[in-house]
């Protein structure tokens, strides 16, 4: 692997994160934080959906006509999302979690990540690069995601995964952390820690 | 090849989406089955919370085909009434058919438009007797299942769902057990102006038919009220009938057992 494909890899992880750093796909990220379950599965879904659409996007860059790329755009990654939502909902485990995500697995169509990085990325580049800065982007997504979830999970309910964790210590539920707001505050406090420790990313 | 020609640009579009909505209907169609069966084994879970069986997360957690057979195994009988209070149809057991969301909708339809209506009551071998309700939220449809017990003037439990009502606020229909567990042990009045009321800003508590609403959810709460007072007053013939009937009985039987007692004291008389 040669370090164009390490820094592609790398770089939406850590410097580039698309919560923390570019700020996209907040909507989300506030609404399916409260348990860990949901936020693996939305994780995933995401990284699957960026994924396959750079990938597909990027093997179709040459002939898709410049006018409507955009639409073009929005056809395939509507696509993965309507196949993720349809097979979620066809497990017996799954259908739960896809019920309790409702519409969020559908919006995954309008977080901005997606489209930013077949936009930005896939239409300009080869497709197994385009498919790992996806997955990278799904990952680095995914990471703030249940990084938020766990604080939240555990802090909120007690739990984590749903087995009771704190409860046996005698800690009080803070009811706090269930509501939206706490995520946007613990979103701010990783941006925090990372500003501190990255101190490039810092404005002059 | 110049990509920017009108006609590329229309024939290009036009393939891909026929292509990928020839896609999506093979996969829909492929995976409709699956997923009808998760949405049926789901609304039973949802009667046999709303019945008191056990939780809802018990239910997930043995699966679908074991919710399925423990359904079987409960339910005396399951079958739809009319407006006259009249059983219409018999819903099989063996199959554990039930009337689905789509179907409660198109009954919550008629209800409003006044026109024939056939909605289920699924009676268990404890006596317990559940009915759905379905109605209109803040931002989409709510619906659930309200279960009394074998005298039918005690509330024995319920539990709602509904389709994107706020989580926090008006989704606490169905993630707040503290709310669900307050119709426990209430009744439905068809005296009161309202059969059964939910009340913003704090029911009197002696009042047997009302429960607090939900702070923070005025619209969800008044959406699952009209709805909940639409069904009751579409059940309200055959839950009267059914009320009668087991008053009828009750008296029947404690005729009965005056009479014998009597006749034992006219024998001790006599003796």
């Known amino acids: 692997m040669n370090q164009k494909m390490k820094e592609t890899i790398l ?34 879904s995401v990284t699957l959906v960026t994924g396959l659409s ?34 979620l909902k066809s497990f017996e485990g799954t259908y739960p979690i896809d019920k309790q995500l409702s519409v969020y697995i559908g919006l995954i169509i309008t977080n901005c990540i997606v489209m930013g990085r077949i936009e930005a990325f896939a ?16 990952v680095g997504y995914g990471l703030i995601l249940v990084i938020v979830a766990f604080f939240r999970e555990l802090l909120g309910s007690g739990t984590l995964f749903g087995i009771p964790v704190l409860a046996k210590l005698g800690y009080v539920n803070n009811g706090l952390m269930i509501l939206p707001p706490m995520a946007l505050i613990l979103i701010g406090c990783i941006i925090w820690v990372q500003r501190s420790i990255q101190k490039d990313l810092q404005e002059k | 090849m110049n990509t920017n020609s009108n006609t590329y640009t229309v024939i290009y579009t036009t393939l891909i989406c026929v292509l990928v909505a020839a896609i999506l209907a093979i996969v829909s169609q492929v995976l409709k ?72 909708k198109v009954q919550n339809r008629n209800i409003k438009n006044g026109e024939d209506f056939e909605i289920p009551v699924y009676t268990f071998n404890n006596g317990t007797s559940v009915i759905p309700i379905y109605g209109a939220g803040l931002w989409g449809p709510v619906w659930g299942y309200i279960s009394f017990d074998a005298g039918l003037d005690n509330i024995q439990g319920a539990y709602f769902d509904h389709e994107s009502e706020t989580p926090g606020l008006g989704g606490k229909i169905k993630d707040d057990p503290a709310f669900r567990a307050q119709f426990k042990g209430k009744t439905v009045d068809f005296a009161d102006v309202k059969a059964f009321q939910i009340v ?29 007072n639409n069904w ?40």
């Open chain 1, 11 to 44: 770089n939406p992880i850590l410097k580039g994160n698309p919560i923390t750093v570019l700020v996209l796909g907040i909507c989300s990220s506030l609404a399916v934080t409260v348990e860990m379950k949901g936020a693996l599965v939305m994780a995933l």
């Open chain 1, 54 to 87: 750079s990938l597909i996007c990027s093997l179709l860059r040459k002939t898709i006509p410049n006018r409507v790329r955009i639409i073009i755009q929005l056809v395939v990654v509507a696509l993965m999302v309507i196949l993720v939502d349809q097979l």
């Open chain 1, 123 to 138: 239409l300009g580049n080869k497709p197994i690069p385009s498919l790992l800065d996806g997955l990278a982007n799904g």
């Open chain 2, 33 to 104: 089955p699956k997923q009808d069966a998760n949405e049926k084994a789901e609304t039973i879970s949802q009667i046999l919370t709303a019945a008191g069986f056990d939780d809802k997360a018990h239910w997930q957690e043995i699966g679908n085909a074991a919710t399925i057979d423990f359904y079987k195994t409960n339910l005396a009988e399951a079958y739809t009434v009319n407006a006259q209070g009249a059983q219409v149809q018999n819903l099989d057991k063996d199959k554990a058919e039930i009337l689905s969301v789509s179907e409660l």
């Open chain 2, 200 to 228: 913003k800003g704090g029911a009197p508590a002696d009042k047997r038919n009302a429960i607090d609403a939900i702070t923070g959810a005025t619209m969800t709460s008044k959406g699952l009220d009209e709805a909940i």
């Open chain 2, 232 to 271: 009751l007053g579409a059940f309200k013939t055959y839950l009267q009938g059914r009320i009668e009937a087991r008053a009828a009985e009750v008296a029947a039987l404690a005729a009965a057992a005056e009479a014998e007692a009597a006749a034992e004291n006219a024998n001790q008389t006599a003796e």
